[in-house]
C-alpha cells in the first residue's frame, strides 16, 4: 500500500482542509494510505473515516491579519512554538515513510510558516528512496506582494518540487492568471480540474427547487460577514416572493450570533438563523439560490449542486482572490457579484432576481473531477520517479 502524507494549515476558514480530505478521499479509493498533517484549529470532523489525523500545535490568524500567527489561546506564537511544529511534522514524516509528499498551498503561500515546511522539504529529499514531492494550489491565488517573494517561491518550485497539483480546469482559468511569471516551473504544472466533493444529494431541476435561500459567509468576525448576515434579514423581509431564508453561521460565536439574528424581527417567519452543519450540501441541492461569499469550497458545492448564487467577495485585507473567482464563475453560470462595502437588501433582492429569473447565464462545463485526475497524475509521476532511479 502506498502512503501520502499531505501536510495542510488552514488559517481562517477550513477550506484548505476540507479539499485536502476530499483529496484523500479519492485516494483511499484507489488504495492509498492517507495522512493528513494539520496544523490549523482542530477540525476532525471534516475528515473521511479511514484517514490518519496527525495534529499539529495549532495556529490561526484574527481577522484578516495574516502577519501575526495566534496558538489556541489566541496569543502570538514564538520561536519554541514554530520549532515544536516543525519537530512534530519532521516526526510524522519519519514516521509515516510515505511515498509522496505534498503541501498544500506553500510555496504559493504561507510564508510565515516555512520553518516547518521548508524542514519538511529538506527531510523529503534526504529521504532513501525519496518520495515524490508536489505542491498543492487551487485555482487563483492571492499575487505575491513583492518580486522577491515571487522568486523565492519560484526557485523553491523550481528546485525542490516535482510537480505541481493546480487543482482548476484550465479551459476556465489558468494559474499565470493570478501568478506574474511561471516560466521558472512551468514544466511541472499538473492541472487536474476542480476538486468537488460529490457526496451531497443529487441537484434539484430548477422547477423544482422548493428550499430556503440560503445564506453562508464562513466563520470569524470580520465586519463584511456581519453586514451581509445583516442585510440579508432585511432582505428576507422585504422579499414579496415570500420565500423563506435560512441563514447559516459558522465560526466562533456561531451560537451568540445565531441568538442575536433570531431575535430580530421577522425571525423564525422570514427567515431561520443556525449554526452550519453537515447537511449543508442537501441543503444547496434544494435551495432556489445561494447567498454568499466565493471561496473556493463554496464555488465548488454550487456547481454540483447546480445552483445559482449571488457572490459577496471577502476582500478585508486587501484580498483578491474571491473577488477574482467571483467575476471568473459569473462568465460561466448564473452567478451575481455584489461588494460587500456597497451592499443593500435591494442589491440583494435584485441580483436574485437575475440569477433565477429566465434570461440567466447558463452553466458551462467544467471538470470538477479533479480529485481523481489528482491520484491518476500522482501515480503516473511516482512510476516516472521510480523508473528514473
Known amino acids: 500500500m502506498k502512503t501520502i502524507l499531505f501536510a495542510v494549515t488552514h488559517l481562517l476558514g477550513t477550506g484548505h482542509l476540507s479539499r485536502i480530505s476530499t483529496l484523500g478521499q479519492a485516494y483511499m479509493a484507489r488504495g492509498w494510505r492517507v495522512v493528513i498533517v494539520s496544523g490549523g484549529r482542530p477540525a476532525p470532523h471534516l475528515l473521511r473515516p479511514g484517514m490518519e489525523l496527525i495534529q499539529l500545535p495549532p495556529v490561526s490568524v484574527e481577522g484578516a491579519d495574516y502577519k501575526r500567527l495566534l496558538d489556541s489561546d489566541g496569543v502570538v506564537i514564538d520561536m519554541a512554538y514554530r520549532e515544536a511544529r516543525r519537530d512534530r511534522i519532521l516526526e510524522a514524516l519519519r514516521a509515516t515513510a510515505p511515498d509522496v509528499v505534498v503541501t498544500e498551498l506553500y510555496p504559493f503561500g504561507r510564508q510565515l510558516l516555512r520553518l516547518e515546511f521548508d524542514a519538511l522539504l529538506d527531510a523529503a529529499h534526504a529521504m532513501r528512496p525519496k518520495p515524490l514531492v508536489l505542491a498543492s494550489s487551487r485555482d487563483i491565488l492571492e499575487p505575491p506582494r513583492t518580486l522577491e517573494k515571487a522568486h523565492k517561491t519560484e526557485e523553491r518550485l523550481a528546485n525542490r518540487y516535482d510537480g505541481v497539483l493546480v487543482h482548476a480546469d484550465p479551459t476556465i482559468v489558468r494559474l499565470e492568471a493570478s501568478w506574474p511569471d511561471i516560466t521558472p516551473f512551468a514544466d511541472k504544472l499538473q492541472y487536474t480540474g476542480y476538486v468537488a466533493a460529490q457526496d451531497g444529494a443529487a441537484a434539484t431541476p430548477d422547477d423544482q427547487r422548493t428550499g430556503d435561500i440560503l445564506v453562508t459567509a464562513g466563520g470569524g468576525d470580520l465586519g463584511a460577514r456581519l453586514r451581509l448576515f445583516e442585510q440579508a434579514t432585511e432582505a428576507a423581509i422585504a422579499d414579496t416572493q415570500q420565500r423563506r431564508w435560512r441563514i447559516l453561521v459558522g465560526g466562533g460565536g456561531a451560537e451568540e450570533r445565531v441568538t442575536t439574528l433570531m431575535a430580530r424581527p421577522g425571525a423564525g417567519e422570514r427567515f431561520i438563523a443556525e449554526k452550519v452543519h453537515a447537511g449543508f450540501r442537501d441543503l444547496l441541492a434544494q435551495a432556489p439560490a445561494l447567498v454568499g461569499q466565493s471561496g473556493y469550497n463554496t464555488a465548488m458545492d454550487l456547481l454540483v449542486a447546480r445552483c445559482p448564487a449571488v457572490f459577496c467577495p471577502f476582500e478585508d485585507g486587501g484580498e483578491t482572490e474571491q473577488l477574482a473567482r467571483a467575476r471568473l464563475w459569473a ?22 432576481a437575475r440569477v433565477t429569473g429566465p434570461n440567466r447565464v447558463a452553466f458551462s462545463p467544467i471538470d470538477i473531477d479533479g480529485a481523481t485526475h489528482s491520484v491518476e497524475i500522482t501515480e503516473t509521476l511516482v512510476q516516472r520517479l521510480k523508473d528514473a532511479r
Open 331 to 352: 462568465k460561466h453560470g448564473p452567478f451575481e457579484v455584489t461588494r460587500s462595502e456597497e451592499l443593500t437588501a435591494d442589491d440583494l433582492l435584485a441580483a436574485l
